[in-house]
């Protein structure tokens, strides 16, 4: 199956109806902190667009299938409707072309692999990159 089904135990439905553990992309400084971050841990952007049904779709279905309680793993969240100008920083610095809905995984300060609309949940498995 796709992306996270792969890595995490659908049955354990508990951690994954709570409330995920985004944390919050308001500022273009905090592009720095992730660059320095990635140096430890994985790092998930995910590009939203709350007008788009596509990506209301998919944010859901990533929010179920995936454990955001993983100490290898931080999930960023950006509002591209109230945070345009941090997407297009976004584009730059990591050299991403815009889409939405958009995961951007982060390695090392570097864009190891990014997929947008429904490849987000059905094309590529996060197992590979932790």
Not at 42 to 65: D, M, N, P, Q, W
Not at 76 to 87: A, E, M
Not at 92 to 119: C, M, R, W
Request: aromatic letters at 12%; charged letters at 20%.
């Amino acid at each position: 199956m796709g992306f996270f089904n792969n890595l995490f135990d659908s049955t354990n439905n508990t951690t994954n109806e709570n409330k995920f553990n985004w944390l919050p992309l308001t500022e273009t400084s905090q592009l720095r902190e992730i660059i320095e971050l990635s140096k430890d841990k994985l790092v998930v952007i995910f590009k939203h667009s709350r007008r788009c049904g596509i990506s209301s779709a998919v944010l859901t279905k990533f929010e179920k299938a995936t454990d955001s309680n993983l100490e290898t793993i931080a999930f960023y969240y950006l509002d591209l409707i109230k945070y345009r100008d941090i997407s297009n920083e976004i584009a730059q610095v990591f050299n991403v072309y815009h889409q939405s809905p958009q995961v951007l995984l982060i390695k090392n300060g570097e864009t190891i692999a990014h997929h947008s609309h429904y490849d987000i949940i059905s094309s590529f498995n996060l197992k590979d990159f932790i």
